[in-house]
């Protein structure tokens, strides 16, 4: 069984009464220690298929099976437990909380899960730390560079070891030597197996570092 | 919930100028409250008080219709120029049966009542005129209320339920004559030794000489066209409370044929005053109070607007719907716990000022008013109107789309 099957997913929005279709028959299956790039244009719905995998929004038709759970048939309760235990997302604008520190922000995805705060903080510290920012863990984002803020973001993910990563554009708002520097921060999480990545691009990641790359256009995903 | 905690002080402590908003809101509006409700109380318990020493007695009695008829069965003075049932000063009065004591207690408005014989003597001696009052010892409560009790002995000793021969005498009568304990006092040519004094304050009716019921109706039946047969020319009245006396008196009237019904005091003026004033004081409080809770919402809601993204950014990464509720919940509870204590030891100082400033002994004001149970009822609602102000603002953040925010971006 794959760590990731998605069925014939369709997803549709609706405005003012018309009925805009996005993409439909969606069918992939992803593997541990597997990138898939899915590339497009803007506006194809890359973003909106991650979305979708990540409980975020619903399907319009078809299933998404991630670790042998119908995603697609699970509460909104379940979904968010879901992305607190097994999915982790990456944001092409990092979506950091301002008013919180780098380490509030990392610590922030361990609340309400009953782990004591000092093990969130010790947790939190150790990934900010392997990461390159243990200088900076009481650091508003504002007052990190660019790269230092996704660096944030991706600890935040990672902080909660996830099975699978779903990145949206993970180094579109960085300069090539902080987009490597990024990638070499995941690449070997990925190869070692521990976990799977989507990334959704318009063209600025490099499909080399890909274990399969996939595209979307007219409303279909091109394998 | 030590998470929520956490978070929620977090938050407060970097949102510094949208908490303080809260909290003024809620520090006001519990201020201004408890202020008020202490005056109020305050001001309620000392009326209150007056009305209940001075205000919720009364006396009822039917007048002698002097040149009308209806009064022929009424036992007449065999000197009518000097003697009579009388109350005062001039009103001569019919005698109506003492059991109607038993149908008047039974009115709910009234609290305690006891018949009264009240009848003017002319001493046969010197000629000077006093008054006999024949009272039933055993009417201890009714009594105490509204005459005489042994409280009021200030020489000697009150009657005893089996007393006979021995009379209480009115202080200023006392004075007047050189009266003390162990004298006698001529009535009707019997000599009744005075076993008390009692003090001379105001009373619903007053007499000179007090005697137990038996030795009453035996001295004034001798002075009558006929004996007394177990009545009365006065009931004295003491209503539940200082508020049903009005209702008190015009039920009792309703029981005596031409009967009347006099308070001691005008009682009923101050009691709705009292409830004019209480009627304010709640309505300007409600105001306030749903002013605060609006305020507070406001603040709350305002946040939740300007929070939208961040709670998005939680959900996304995977707080649950009823943590990002219990959040924003949490926070207005703490909000207005914080400020409604703070408030409510303002509105204490504010009222203790006021008290102060006004006169009032606040020493007396500690006796009547429970300051504790009512600060905790008040920083109790003050929370409570938190939750509420919370309630909306908390579904509102809850039902945030990360999606469509995140998308938005």
Known sequence: ?223 | MSDLLTCALRELKKRKLRTLAGLSGFFLGCMLITAMVLMLQYDLQAKNALVNYMGNKFLAYAPMNLIGAGDDQTARPLDPVNEGFFTEPTVVTRLLPANLAASIAKIPEVGVVTPFLLYRFKNSQDGHVFSIGGIRPADVRALQATLISRHDIISGVFFQQNDRNVVIVDKSYADMWNLKVGSVVNIGDTLFPVIGIAGSHARTARADVYMNWPDAEAAISRRLNRPLNNEANLFLIEAAGAETVAAAMRKVQTLIEQGITNSVVCSIPVVKFMGMSQNAVSAVMLIVAVLAVLFAANAQWSAASERTHEVAILKAIGWRDRSIFAQFVIESLLISLVGGISGAGAGYAMFRTIAQTLGARIDAAYQVVDVPTTLALLIFATALAGIIAGLVPAARAAATRPAEVLRDL
Not at chain 1, 134 to 159: F, K
């Open chain 1, 1 to 223: 069984m794959s760590l990731l099957q998605v069925e014939n997913v369709a997803k549709s929005f609706f405005q003012r009464g018309n009925e805009l279709k996005i993409f439909s028959d969606v069918s992939f299956t992803v593997e541990p220690g597997e990138l898939l790039l899915i590339s497009g244009r803007s506006g194809t719905g890359k973003s909106t298929l991650l979305n979708l995998l990540g409980g975020l929004e619903r399907v319009s038709a078809g299933r998404i099976v991630f670790n042998d759970r119908v995603i697609t048939d699970l509460s909104m309760s379940e979904l968010a437990e879901l992305r607190a235990n097994g999915i982790g997302m990456i944001f092409q604008n990092f979506n950091l909380i301002p008013g919180w520190s780098a380490l509030e922000n990392v610590e922030a995805v361990l609340m309400h899960r009953g782990i004591s705060q000092s093990e969130r903080l010790q947790r939190a510290t150790a990934i900010l730390t392997e990461l390159g920012l243990g200088d900076r863990l009481h650091n508003l984002p504002a007052e990190l560079s660019v790269g230092q803020q996704q660096r944030v973001a991706i600890a935040r993910t990672l902080v909660n070891d996830p099975a699978m990563i779903l990145a949206d554009e993970p180094t579109g708002d960085v300069d090539p030597e902080t987009a490597d520097e990024i990638l070499h921060l995941l690449l070997p999480r990925i190869k070692s197996g521990r976990t799977a990545m989507i990334v959704a691009s318009h063209g600025l990641f490099n499909p080399a570092l890909a274990t399969r790359t996939a595209s979307l256009k007219d409303g279909k995903l091109h394998l």
